[in-house]
């Protein structure tokens, strides 16, 4: 079967995703009798445009010039073409605005407004709109997924179905996968906090502007869509009590050594309250993980904790994670028998 | 909605299933509008058998004497019950006969042959039939479900949804905590074999026949499963190449560490080879578990290694497992709307 998909966003994540959909094509049409067909592929001057399906071989042999692809229609936006073409699942893989959520909160309400589910891997308009976007989607008889939001490819958000008996009591969890890295190279070389940045910039974990990631907004926002998914809450980022890393001296990190702790920027929802702040935890804890990992534990009344650990970033990593949403979504709407 | 239960089996597993059925019984009514009456529970020597119910509180107030309460019917069996009481799903909660899978092994095939969905705990029936289970519970459009066989209620087999769009190219796992447990007191403690076995003995963690934690065959049984169910292989534990702990020896544990690697019990699915066998690994790998815990590393092929760590074993984790796979059959089965 034909499922319609048009991708917001031709970054990272969105060439990642159109590469493993060339890739698993035949996967998927064996596996699941499914054809995935991009009939539209968004950037913010233009979209790629072909209502029978885009040749994604060619938008990836042609990289950076698709642009100058006889179907690139300058200007037109995604708001413009959802009469036009028929769209089964839209894919929004815009970089995230801490403030606004923009322009993937329009999108994403475009979609639900006009009957088509959506697939987030940009996770501002869930922090900031969780609620008004949960309600839209259930109004519309919409599916809306975001498994890439919060630990990439780490299926923290997915892993709900298979402990739905559980009571889910709190979350603890590591999100932000440069500041983990940070405090690993702190702790295992005895450097300090800017020396630990700048290694952490050069190798391409770290903006260069590394605010979000360092003082905490990043990991604040995931922990908002792990505490409402999960334990059924109904936070905004804005509830979230957040102090970032970059006061942590090597001599803390020493003295937490000496006793057999280790200093790691945890994400705890537990209580009603929400938290992303620097925490001492033994050097023994599945916590520890090391390097640009992210990791969450879940207190659950009657299995103990739970633990899930896997890469936090990476275009791969989040594009595999997309599939996973569009898999659910296709089994849920029969497109998958 | 009232779903029917059978329980065979009131053991550890069994007993925490009954309590924890009491214990949510409004919080299932309140979260999914369904109640699960439990109208036969089955021990080796008889039956409890209520067609209309049995009240759970008392049979957990009574303890060991439940045989004494008016509704205990002497030599009743599951075979002879099924064709009296409606139910719609069976529990298989006995002991593993790793050699027969007797008697879980005909109770599930029972089951089964009547149209009655099936949930174990018990893995011998598993990793001695699993194709002839998985093929019986197709032609009898019947759900088969075991969550709770492998690592307990760590959901080693629920997260396949969750990833149901990854291609898990490998399984490394620790699945056998007594084992786990004795490799871990004779690193930190450098202590030998036999000492950490008795140790582990005293403290209930070891049968005191523990040839089946300790040789590996616990493992290779759960390993089966696991690479069946995530890779869809069709292994038998006879496939299973396994060698124990009991030669490894504190010396070997000692260089190891010199080099920065501890010995685990490793349980690896990978190239079409089931192999369970004391493996080097480095200290730093989120694998490196303590105590009796469990840990399940899939390798895919877009997302990498994804980790799920958890307690293996005990009576409410077990039945915590059980519980979801009742959930996801209600789902499935239209109970729960």
């Known amino acids: 079967m034909n499922v319609n998909i048009c991708l917001i966003g031709k970054g990272i994540v969105g060439t990642s995703l159109i590469q493993i959909l060339l890739n698993k094509k035949e996967f998927f049409e064996r596996k699941f009798n499914i054809n995935f067909v991009v009939n539209s592929i968004i950037e913010i001057d233009g979209a790629l445009i072909n209502s029978q399906g885009i040749d994604l071989k060619e938008v990836i042999d042609i990289k950076e010039n698709f642009r ?57 308009p869930l922090y900031l709109e969780y609620e008004k976007l949960r309600k839209l989607a259930k109004l519309n008889n919409c599916y809306l997924k975001y498994e890439a939001t919060v630990a990439s490819c780490v299926p923290t958000l997915g892993i709900k179905e298979a402990l739905i008996a559980n009571e889910i009591i709190s979350i603890k969890a590591i999100l932000n996968g440069t500041s983990n890295f940070i405090l690993s190279r702190m702790t295992t070389e005895g450097i300090n906090f800017d020396l630990a940045l700048k290694e952490a910039q050069e190798l391409g974990y770290a903006e260069s502007d590394p605010t979000l990631d360092v003082e905490g907004y990043d990991a604040a926002g995931k922990l908002v869509i792990l505490a409402n998914e999960l334990l059924g809450w109904s936070k905004k980022i804005t509830d979230v009590q957040v102090e970032g890393i970059s006061k942590v001296s090597s001599h803390t990190i020493e003295l937490a050594n000496t006793d057999g702790y280790v200093i790691k920027h945890l994400a705890i929802a537990e209580n009603n309250k929400l938290i992303v702040t620097p925490r001492l935890i033994e050097k023994h804890s599945p916590l520890n993980i090391s390097g640009n990992l992210n990791a969450m534990e879940l207190q659950t009344k009657y299995a103990g904790p739970i633990l899930l650990i896997g890469r936090g970033a990476g275009g791969f990593e989040a594009a595999s994670a997309i599939l996973n949403d569009l898999i659910y979504i296709s089994k849920r709407r029969g497109y998958i028998t």
């Not at 995604?78 to 605005?97: G, M, Q, V, W, Y």
């Not at 993937?104 to 006009?114: F, M, P, T, Y």
């Open 68 to 124: 100058r692809l006889p179907y690139w229609e300058k200007d037109a936006k995604f708001e413009d073409i959802t009469s036009k073409l028929n769209i089964a699942i839209c894919i929004e893989t815009t970089p995230t605005n801490p403030k606004t959520g923009e322009p993937g909160l329009s999108h994403i309400i475009h979609a639900l407004d006009n009957k088509i589910d959506a697939v987030s891997s940009n996770k501002g």
